[in-house]
């Protein structure tokens, strides 16, 4: 049925609205006016205003978006990477675009480290019990924003797993500083890739009195060998000598256990600003905020407009055409800066928040590569009913899933889950016990044959042939994937902004704490 977008229509989403308790006292139950009977016009806020979002988030308008990114890109060297014109150029857009339709917008800035150069090659040398030499490139390698340092002592592992996890991104391996407990003033600290940033994993160890810290690959197909990827944080916490390695090189250093090794690094890194960009309705109450969020910046390899162009340019579809509509609870939006370097600008933003502010923030919706050429439609599993890979999400994040869940049947869509494995912007979220959720099409991993049985597309092929490539082009969107989540987007946004009794357990802490603080203030135009 066609749907008509008329005056009369959202009159009818604002004055369901404005029936709806602003504020309870602890206790309390806000209920919903009740559904119209069967064959009625239905009269249920949370039905109509996802039925008119979805109706107005068309592919057309997502498909402009993702446009105007493809050709900043074509002006500025084929790139919208951190700190680089094709970067600010994206910033503007979405933040122009924001401001005009009315939002309270906010640049955020935030630093981090910049260029990075390696001075000498790495040092890694096993002095005991079997003396040995790691070769730089094939067996140990730099991460950028390594210090320059020199340092030795016995290997301590931390929480390894040797065999690796069945699946990519399930060690946890220094991730909490509980990892640390029992470990040794002095020395060297053994880590594995896994489910949080290496920052994280660093910090925790140099905070556990670590002199320097050996990083290995994971070990599963794929994340074997020495990959660059980044240490870095701009506030001096990792500060002492970081290499990384081969899953082979980690696990000889892990046997046996009383090993001893050298490690020594030369380079030296620049201290840069990029931004996040803020958006936040003026509706709806301050202290029940519904957060979505998508990363603007892409690789320096290309234009990135799958990863993430898609995600953001759905994203500022559904809060554009959403600017009209009156909401019971605030609405904020963010395209984050600096994803690809590690997390950083949803990182910086989220820790940088007073624990007030934190925990008016119900919960968060991420959306990172939506338009995958060879897609799956993927939704976060957020009760860990998968039973495979990384644990649920913080209460409330199964009630997320199941809306896009309900989404997608009700389009006759199958979807499958997918792990919360610490590769995208809820990560800090998440870390701090707000609910998330969100969807993703795929990224360097190989669709399955049940998948490819659901979806179409090829088994045993990359989701995204072009991830972090410079073909990562307008071409490489599919748009079927695209229309489909954009959609799937709307009608979460909508139903989660009229939601009376959101999901996560700081409802009422939420509702008693104090009006929002000036972080929100307009920092550009």
Known sequence: MLLRITRRAVTVVAAAVLTLPLAAPAGAVLTLPPAAPAGAQATDPQDVFAKLLTHLVKPSGVAKHLDALQAIADANGGTRALDTPGYAASRDYVAGKLRKAGYRVAVQDFPLIGAFTALAPPVLEQTAPDPRTYVPGSEVGYLTGTVSGEAGGQIQAVDLQIPPGPVANSSTSGCQESDFAGFVAGRVALLQRGTCPYYVKVRNAKRAGAVAAVVFNEGQPGRTGVTGASVSYPDDSVSIPVVFTS???????ADPAATTVRVKTAAETTKIVTQNVLAESRFGRPGEVV????????VPAG??????????A???ETALQARIFPTLNRTRFAWWGAEEAGLLGSTYY???LPEAERAKIALYLNFDMVGSPNFAY?????????????????PGSDEIEKTFAAFFTKKGLATVGTDFDGRSDYGPFITNGIPAGGLFTGAEG?????EAALFGGQAGVAYDVCYHQACDTRANVNMTAVDVNADAIADSVARHSLDPDLPGPALTARRASPPPAAFMKDTVG
């Open 350 to 352: 989220v820790n940088s």
């Open 378 to 394: 993927k939704v976060y599993d957020g009760d860990d009913s998968d039973g495979v890979g990384a644990p649920a999400g913080p």
């Open 303 to 312: 234009p990135g407009l799958n990863d993430n162009g898609s995600g953001s």
């Open 247 to 253: 899953f082979a090189t980690g696990a000889d250093l």
């Open 291 to 298: 957060m979505s969020g998508a990363h603007l910046d892409g």
């Open 446 to 450: 190989r669709k399955t044959e049940a």
């Open 314 to 316: 759905a994203l500022l």
